[in-house]
């Protein structure tokens, strides 16, 4: 049985990059809770005082209004490194 060729050249092997931690913005970390906080609050608000000046206005869009705050607290949260 014939012997296989060996390879005389050395496989290619790129650099390596240097690997960068990615760091957050320094505002993201208290945006993040403040709008969780921010939410809790408003709903927490709402149904305390539902009839409250400014909120009374809105009706049930508070729940929504609230919702949204928390949410968006989320959505900058996979955004932290």
């Known amino acids: ?19 960068q931690v990615k760091v957050s913005p320094r505002w ?3 945006l993040m809770v403040i709008s969780w906080i921010v939410g809790i609050l408003w ?13 009374g206005v809105l009706g ?3 729940l929504a209004v609230g919702f949204v705050l928390i949410i968006f607290g989320v959505i900058l949260s ?4």
């Open 1 to 19: 049985m014939p012997k296989s060729h060996t390879r005389k050249k050395a496989v290619y092997t790129p650099p390596q990059k240097s690997q």
């Open 28 to 30: 993201l970390a208290p």
């Open 43 to 55: 709903i927490a608000v709402f149904y305390i005082m539902p009839t409250a000046p400014g909120i």
């Open 60 to 62: 049930n869009w508070n």
């Open 78 to 81: 996979t955004r932290w490194r």
